[in-house]
């Protein structure tokens, strides 16, 4: 069957359909009114398919026919979708879009997440996550694109190397870190200590031990606790110390600290044992229950009130200093000292 020839002078005339209040209207060439609603150039139908009046559909491509032809039921479904031939449609572009986007952060996570750092790691973990966000939709929405699905599957293998590796990261830190808690031992091999009682004291009176030399193993105990101020303290290395009663002074205008009542000591400390003593005092003075408070000064004379003395005293020398302290109750006063670290602290008062 042989195909009609168009007229050489005029184009056939194209369907063209117009809006006009919500219905379709179809006219064809010769009518002035659908030239100049059809869009484009006045006279002129835009570019599509149009039943060429031979039974079959013929692309018109706006100023002529082309050599394109298709039956009327596969083509109306063509013409529908685009009007410009080689235009994908939307959905398409956005498939492509969709499947572009997700294969891209799957890829890249995947790298990510094989590099030997954390904070890259973390990165590629969320790029993972969403990769696979967005390789459901588009699945789900546009239907299975190869691009979604493997970036689907891509998201799935990285995610899941992922959470292994951590898993067995974590089961390699955690005996590690008991042990740390445990101090380096076993926790099945930590033992109880056992409080054993204490035996009850058969010694007689007399084997006591005294309580001066008990308090403090490994010091030199002096004869006595105690003493009042004006006598003389004994250790047992021949060590003795001296702290005069306390009388009243008179700060100068040099001096720092002071108060109400403020007195002075003599101390003078004297080395009776064999051998040499290192001297470190250190004083400490408590009135009417209350602590006092020392006064540093310097007389005209050149002496320095409450500066200790310190360094080496041979076997038979001595040093004599003074020290002014703040009180609270000049007839209520206890003095603690000692001549050095390895001599037991004593106590000179005048306190009844």
């Given at each position: 069957?042989?195909?009609?020839?168009?007229?050489?002078?005029?184009?056939?005339?194209?369907?063209?359909?117009?809006?006009?209040?919500?219905?379709?209207?179809?006219?064809?060439?010769?009518?002035?009114?659908?030239?100049?609603?059809?869009?484009?150039?006045?006279?002129?139908?835009?570019?599509?398919?149009?039943?060429?009046?031979?039974?079959?559909?013929?692309?018109?491509?706006?100023?002529?026919?082309?050599?394109?032809?298709?039956?009327?039921?596969?083509?109306?479904?063509?013409?529908?979708?685009?009007?410009?031939?080689?235009?994908?449609?939307?959905?398409?572009?956005?498939?492509?879009?969709?499947?572009?986007?997700?294969?891209?952060?799957?890829?890249?996570?995947?790298?990510?997440?094989?590099?030997?750092?954390?904070?890259?790691?973390?990165?590629?973990?969320?790029?993972?996550?969403?990769?696979?966000?967005?390789?459901?939709?588009?699945?789900?929405?546009?239907g299975r694109e190869w691009r979604a699905v493997t970036a689907l599957v891509v998201s799935i293998i990285g995610l899941a190397t992922s959470i292994i590796a951590f898993t067995i990261g974590a089961l390699s830190v955690i005996p590690a870190t008991l042990d740390e808690m445990s101090g380096g031992v076993p926790t099945s091999d930590v033992q109880q200590p056992t409080v054993e009682p204490e035996p009850e004291s058969t010694a007689e009176p007399d084997e006591i031990e005294d309580p001066v030399k008990g308090d403090f193993p490994g010091m030199i105990a002096p004869t006595s606790p105690g003493v009042p101020f004006g006598q003389t303290m004994s250790w047992e290395d021949g060590v003795t110390m001296?702290?005069?009663?306390?009388?009243?002074?008179?700060?100068?205008?040099?001096?720092?600290?002071?108060?109400?009542?403020?007195?002075?000591?003599?101390?003078?400390?004297?080395?009776?044992?064999?051998?040499?003593?290192?001297?470190?005092?250190?004083?400490?003075?408590?009135?009417?229950?209350?602590?006092?408070?020392?006064?540093?000064?310097?007389?005209?004379?050149?002496?320095?009130?409450?500066?200790?003395?310190?360094?080496?005293?041979?076997?038979?020398?001595?040093?004599?200093?003074?020290?002014?302290?703040?009180?609270?109750?000049?007839?209520?006063?206890?003095?603690?000292?000692?001549?050095?670290?390895?001599?037991?602290?004593?106590?000179?008062?005048?306190?009844?």
């Amino acid at each position: 069957m042989s195909r009609r020839p168009f007229p050489a002078r005029h184009p056939p005339s194209p369907l063209v359909t117009v809006p006009r209040s919500g219905a379709r209207e179809h006219c064809r060439r010769g009518v002035p009114e659908c030239h100049d609603r059809a869009v484009g150039e006045p006279g002129k139908a835009p570019a599509g398919w149009y039943d060429d009046g031979a039974g079959s559909l013929r692309y018109w491509d706006g100023d002529s026919w082309t050599e394109h032809t298709s039956a009327i039921a596969t083509a109306t479904a063509a013409a529908t979708a685009t009007a410009t031939p080689g235009e994908p449609p939307s959905e398409a572009r956005r498939s492509n879009a969709y499947g572009i986007g997700a294969l891209t952060a799957a890829l890249v996570g995947f790298v990510l997440i094989r590099l030997p750092f954390e904070i890259p790691a973390f990165v590629g973990v969320a790029l993972l996550l969403v990769g696979l966000v967005i390789a459901i939709i588009a699945i789900v929405v546009i239907g299975r694109e190869w691009r979604a699905v493997t970036a689907l599957v891509v998201s799935i293998i990285g995610l899941a190397t992922s959470i292994i590796a951590f898993t067995i990261g974590a089961l390699s830190v955690i005996p590690a870190t008991l042990d740390e808690m445990s101090g380096g031992v076993p926790t099945s091999d930590v033992q109880q200590p056992t409080v054993e009682p204490e035996p009850e004291s058969t010694a007689e009176p007399d084997e006591i031990e005294d309580p001066v030399k008990g308090d403090f193993p490994g010091m030199i105990a002096p004869t006595s606790p105690g003493v009042p101020f004006g006598q003389t303290m004994s250790w047992e290395d021949g060590v003795t110390m001296t702290v005069t009663p306390p009388e009243p002074y008179v700060p100068t205008e040099f001096a720092t600290g002071g108060g109400a009542n403020n007195v002075v000591f003599a101390l003078t400390i004297t080395n009776g044992s064999p051998g040499p003593i290192n001297l470190l005092t250190y004083s400490q003075v408590t009135s009417a229950g209350q602590p006092g408070s020392i006064v540093y000064d310097v007389l005209d004379s050149g002496e320095e009130i409450s500066a200790e003395p310190s360094g080496v005293l041979e076997p038979g020398q001595s040093v004599t200093w003074r020290e002014a302290w703040a009180v609270a109750d000049p007839n209520a006063i206890t003095l603690l000292d000692s001549p050095t670290v390895d001599h037991v602290e004593v106590t000179f008062t005048n306190e009844q």
